[in-house]
């Protein structure tokens, strides 16, 4: 089995909970138990919703914004308060 098809059986099983806490809500009434019950439940919808979106390969990946970079050369004014790091010092040499 796959992992969108796990994904849509639970969808099913929820949406099933669902449906049956509903119609146990209209047998016993509101009240608190089954207010935690009710939000209980939304909470595992809201959990496999974020699941389907994390799941690694049900979504094409999104390809990053490509950023141009120019062919002048940039400002050297931009670097006379920078060291050179991990260049070494001017006056030695690396070993």
């Known amino acids: ?4 098809d796990d ?7 929820l949406d099933d909970l669902a449906r049956s806490v ?3 809500e209209q047998q016993i ?6 207010r935690r019950v009710r939000t ?7 959990s496999v919703a974020l699941l389907k979106e994390a ?3 049900l979504t094409t ?3 990053p914004d490509l950023v141009p970079i120019p062919d002048t050369p940039y400002d050297t004014s931009l670097w006379t308060d920078s060291d ?10 690396a070993p």
Do not use: N, W, Y
């Open 84 to 93: 050179d790091e991990g260049l070494g010092a001017r006056d030695r040499r």
């Open 40 to 46: 209980d439940a939304d909470h595992l919808r809201d």
């Open 61 to 63: 990946p999104r390809r």
């Open 7 to 13: 994904l849509t059986s639970i969808q099913r099983c």
């Open 29 to 34: 009434g509101p009240g608190l138990e089954m």
């Open 22 to 24: 509903g119609r146990l």
């Open 55 to 57: 799941a690694p390969g």
């Open 1 to 4: 089995m796959s992992v969108q």
